[in-house]
């Protein structure tokens, strides 16, 4: 093919064949960089977890189970109290994201109620616990 000065012109590969390399993300005879991995999802509810205040949160935990979010933070830094309805809520959550290979992180600092409570109860081990939002994004 010439490129009009009658020089032959660079051959494409048609699009078809051209294959994402693994490790870049970049299609073979493309240039780029490779896209980033996406920003975590938070949800972060205030003030009480429990019965009456589950009707407003537990259908954001369902919409982001059901999404294809890769991994969704939980910041329960601004949560005052956290009930066994809450907690049964974020365990169903975490099993529904560990059965699709998905990253459920939990925000729960040093000494706040949410901390105190998945220790007292032995659930601290179940979840990935981190102190901060920041931790749990790295």
Request: with cysteine; hydrophobic share 40%.
């Amino acid at each position: 093919m010439c490129d009009g000065g009658g020089r032959l012109a660079p051959r494409r590969e048609p699009a078809a064949r051209r294959r994402a390399s693994p490790a870049t993300g970049v299609r073979h005879g493309e240039t780029g960089t490779p896209s980033p991995v996406p920003e975590p999802v938070v949800i972060a509810p205030e003030g009480e977890l429990d019965l009456h205040s589950l009707d407003a949160l537990t259908p954001r935990l369902d919409e982001a189970a059901a999404a294809d979010y890769p991994h969704l933070i939980l910041d329960l830094s601004a949560v005052t109290l956290v009930d066994s309805t809450a907690l049964g809520a974020i365990a169903q959550t975490q099993h529904r994201f560990n059965g699709r290979g998905r990253k459920l992180s939990v925000v729960a600092p040093p000494g706040s109620a949410a901390a105190v409570v998945l220790e007292l109860t032995g659930l601290r081990s179940r979840f990935s616990l981190f102190g901060s939002r920041d931790a749990a994004s790295a």
